[in-house]
Structure formats: C-alpha cells, structure tokens
C-alpha cells in the first residue's frame, strides 16, 4: 500500500473538529452504552435515586388514611369498681327519706362490677388526615435528594466518558492491527516478485538455486508475520467485542469513512480551564458538597424552629359492631413539637455535616490539580507521539529511496540479495513505526480529549 494512502487512513481516524464524527464508531459506543453492564448498575442506582426523590416530596403532601378494627376478648385483667358499696347507701338513703322509713331499702340496687381491661366486641372504623404545615426536614431533605440525584447521574456520565475513551480505543488497535497486515502482505507482494525473478536468473544460469531458497525462506517469515497479525486482530476483536458486551467473535466493520480528516491543534491551557467545566466527576463533587451544605443548613434550622402540623380522625367507635350516631365521632388536631435538649445529638450532626463539606471541598480542589495534571501530562504526551511520527515519516521516505535505488541495482546485478532483502525489511519496518507512531498520535489525542472532558 502506498504510504501516502496509510497516511491518509490514519490521519482520517478522528474529526478535526468533533470527536466521533465516524457514523460506524459512534454506532459502537452508543451500543457499548446501551449494553454496559456496569452502566446499567449505575441506571438502577439513578433510578432508585429518584423514587427516593420522589418519596421526600410525598412527605411533605397530606395523607389520608383508613383504619377499622374489631376486638374480641376473653379474661386478661380486671379492676373491682365498687360502685354498689358506693351508691346504695346513698339511694337507700333518699329512699328512706321520701318514705319517712328509716329502714327502708331502695328497690334500686346496683352491683359491684369487676372491669374488664381489654374490650369485647369493640371496634373503630374511622378515617386519618394527617398534614405537615411546617417541618424544616421536609424541605431540606427534598433538596439533598435532588443533589444526590445529580451525583449520582454525573457519576453515571463519568463512567460513560472513560467508555467511550475505552471503546475508540479499541477501535483504533483493531484498525491499526488491520493496517499492519496489510503493510505485511504487500511486502509479500514484493517477495513473491522477487522470487519469480530470482528463478528467471536461475533458470538463465545468472545466479545459484540459492537466491531462490533465500526468497522462500523470507516468504515464509512474512507468512508467519501475517499470521500472528491475524492472531492480534482476533485479540483485539474480542477485546472490543467485549467492550460492547457482544459476542467476542463478531465481525467488527473497519470503517472507511475515517479516511478523512485530521489531528486537531490544542491549547493546552485553554484544555485545563475546559476541563473543569467538562469533566463529570467535578458535577459529582459539587453535587455531593451541595448536599453536605444543605445537610449543614438542615440540622441548623433543626435548632431553632419547632415543627406544626394539623391532624383529623372522624369515624365510629364503640361496643357491638354497629354505626349510628351514637359510635360516631370526629377530633382534629393542631401540633407542634420541638426538641428542648437531645444530649447534643443535633449540634454533633450539624459539625458532621460540616466536615463532610469541608472534605469535598478538600477533594474537589484535589482532583482539580489531578486533572491539570493529567491535562498537562496528556499534552506533552501527544506533543512527543507527533514528534515520533514525523521521524517515522523521515524514517520512511529514507527507507523507500534506499529501496529504489538497491533495487535497480539489483536487478542489474550490481548488488548482493543480502543488500536487497535488508534494504526490503527496512521498508517494511519504517511502514510499521509509521503505523505505529501515528496509531499512537490518535490514542494519546484520544487521552487528551478524555482528559479534557471532550
């Protein structure tokens, strides 16, 4: 393959100007998305997030509820209430009164009774209205929730930012394997040529059988290099195959469309200042500093405001299970409660809270400069992969001419097959370094613009 030609492929590996422009490539991360099973652990854990919202703003709404109740009991405890010790005297007293007989006994006797504790056939069917007019954890709960929901989907997107850097990844050391292959069997090509003329010197007694032994001997090195290119294309298929969560035998489609365009130019300022816009585990930090500050302002409010609620029942109640008037009943309720001395449980809590911020703040400002780094590093990373390749490039137009000029003297006999086969190998080495120098200039941008939240 002209060299020009492999230059192209690989400068066209990546858009210019958007990453991921390559319908084929975008299709495979967005099924490597779709199919992850680690980002589908993280949608669960979304998910429950925002039922868990949605409960903290159900908190805060009236509730009704229904309750009904028929109790049947046999002995337990009693109390003795002497109520006939108590009230006789006193009617037979009126009676002897109304009589004048101071003897008389009121016909009207009652008994003692012996109570018993738990009530038989008894029942309670009644409806329960319960409303928070004001209760400070209500409001600031419905706020933390909201902030652990943005964490939890920036951590979702993290991962999906070093997917999406893992799969091209891939993809490029599945395309550059290809292009190997293709650099070894043209040098076959070349072989085989050489072969074919080797015998025509044979045959005219210009030269021994052993030109033509030799031509074997570097065919069938070039066999084996193709074979354990094809070996390293079953790998990395399988590998990229696995990133996607698909059969590790499944064809990979190369895409022909990355044979446009090229590296782009950055800044690597201008990267960094992006970076702490870009970069998802930033939205996480911030997000979960966000809560540990709400959480602060909640244990403080705490303190200070007590909680108000109204409340209602209305119902039946009473013995035998009938409803009437008599069973019905109705109350309603205004509360407020406040928690005078806790042992100091709501001033530790708020100190708490206040550290876990403080913490994040600590560790935002930390990954911060981790990124910078990692910027910085990727920069000077990419910097010197463009360098290798442009000596590659030198490398290879030397190489190239070399091999002109050995094999016209070759052919007119001026120059030993040794000369010939080394000037041939280099050309094939200088084509692979280039391949590789380049693959390596489209995996270190790759690691930039991940770096970069690009």
Known sequence: MNKYLILIFLLSLFPAHTWGQSAVLESYIQEGLSANLSLKQQSYTIAKQQEALRQSKGLGKPTLSFDANYTVAVGGRKIDFPIGDLLNPVYDGLYQIQTMDPTAKSPLQLENQAVQFLPH??????FSVAYPIFNSDLKYNRQIQTHLLESKSAEKASVEHELRYQITEAYLNYLRVLEAEKIWINAKTVLTELRRFNESLVKNNVAT???????????????NEIFKFKSQQNTAR???NYLINKDLQ???VADTALLRSSVSAYEAEQLIQQSLTNRPEFAALQAGQQAAETDVRRNAANSKLPDFYLGAQFGFQGFGYTFNKEQAFA???????????DGGIRKSKTEEARIQAQALRNQTEQVQQQIALQVSSSWNELEAAQNSFRTAQIGLRAAEETFRIVNNKYRANQVLLLEFLDAQNRVTTAKLQQLLAWSEVLVKEAALRKAAGL
């Open 209 to 223: 059988r052993d030109v033509v032994a030799t031509a074997d001997y570097e065919l069938s090195k070039a066999d």
């Open 121 to 126: 056939n008894f029942h309670e069917t009644k």
């Open 238 to 240: 399988a590998y990229f």
């Open 250 to 252: 499944s064809e990979v």
């Open 331 to 341: 109350l309603a309720q205004v509360g407020l409660t406040y928690d005078i001395f």
